[in-house]
């Protein structure tokens, strides 16, 4: 049986999963969802997790929640570890308890690996080693990031088209998997194929003209400062959270630092925060146009994504 043959074992649990890139309106658009269903929403946004951060993740107030039950946001704290496959073990759990009592569960997010892992399991690699991660940063502080970004490319460049070159993270950790197993993460990916599929799930993907969504993108940021990005960045300083934890090197929360630290006026801060904010959604809306199973509808198309996802639920094998 293949990966997109075993999303049809409709005896298996369903999840109708809304995604797409920030700023979309992927949350009004699924707790309007969940309150035509009687559903509730796994949240699938590697940074809602996080206790404490709410302005510079747009965590959904009560108000946005409109009572739908919302799972798996503020539930670590900042310097906890939290990963895909933490992710995917509390995100199963959370799915199955939903589907048990009857409810439809909609996972909403943006964050694609996140949702890859939930869906097909995630890839076996090997731990990592301190001796060799530790080499990787001494290249990489004595070399630069483009430079191992450079080496990335030449050794696995199908694997290095899905990295942004400044996320050393990333890169450091697919040049670790070269250098332990001497195989590249895009074949180890294909031979996985991510088929260990608990559910049975519906994809909907939004829509985002390139424009509309930029100037959504460039609204919100400038909102997030105003409703205090900066001032929650300040308290989770004061806090004892270290601006070097990864939550805190994380798009909006690393700019507000900079500005704390004098490194950056607020203007350009500001600035900065809509760039990188676009350049992250152009690499969220790569992922996402790269999933075949993907159904992409416009966020105003309320009435044809009902009918879609009553039309999954009610199939039977």
């Not at 707790?31 to 510079?56: F, H, K, T, W």
């Not at 107030?61 to 073990?89: C, Q």
């Not at 829509?207 to 909102?223: F, T």
């Not at 004061?238 to 939550?247: D, F, I, M, R």
Request: proline content about 4%; some cysteine.
């Amino acid at each position: 049986m293949t990966g997109i043959e075993d999303t049809k074992d409709n005896r298996k649990p369903k999840a109708i999963v809304i995604a797409g890139p920030t700023a979309s309106g992927k949350t009004a658009f699924a707790v309007e969802l969940a309150l035509s269903l009687s559903g509730e929403i796994v949240n699938a946004d590697s940074m809602q997790v996080y206790r404490g951060m709410d302005v510079g993740t747009a965590k959904p107030t009560s108000e946005e929640k409109k009572g739908i039950p919302h799972h798996l946001m503020d539930i670590v704290d900042p310097d906890e570890e939290f990963n895909a496959a933490i992710y995917r073990a509390t995100a199963l759990a959370s799915v199955m308890d939903i589907c048990s009592r009857g409810k439809i569960c909609l996972v909403v997010g943006g964050t694609g690996l996140y949702i890859r892992a939930l869906l097909g399991g995630l890839m076996k690699s090997p731990q990592s080693e301190p001796g060799l991660r530790e080499w990787l940063r001494s290249e990489c502080e004595i070399h630069g990031a483009a430079a191992l970004y450079k080496r990335l490319s030449h050794q696995d460049p199908e694997h290095a088209r899905n990295i942004h070159p400044n996320d050393k993270v990333r890169v450091m950790r697919a040049l670790e998997i070269i250098y332990q197993t001497r195989q590249r993460s895009s074949d180890l990916m294909k031979e996985h194929r991510f088929r260990d599929r608990p559910l049975n799930s519906l994809k909907l993907f939004l829509k985002a003209e390139r424009e509309q969504l930029y100037h959504r993108i460039n609204e919100r940021s400038a909102a997030m400062v105003q409703m205090g990005l900066v001032e929650e960045t300040q308290a989770l300083i004061k806090k004892g959270y270290s601006p070097n934890l990864k939550p805190m090197k994380a798009i909006g929360y690393r700019h507000a630092v900079r500005y704390l630290e004098g490194i950056w006026t607020l203007e350009y801060m500001k600035d900065k925060l809509k760039r990188d904010t676009r350049r992250y959604a152009k690499r969220q809306m790569t992922w996402f146009r790269a999933d075949p199973e993907a159904i992409w509808i416009d966020r105003d198309d309320f009435g044809p994504a009902l009918k879609k996802i009553k039309t999954f639920l009610s199939e039977t094998t």
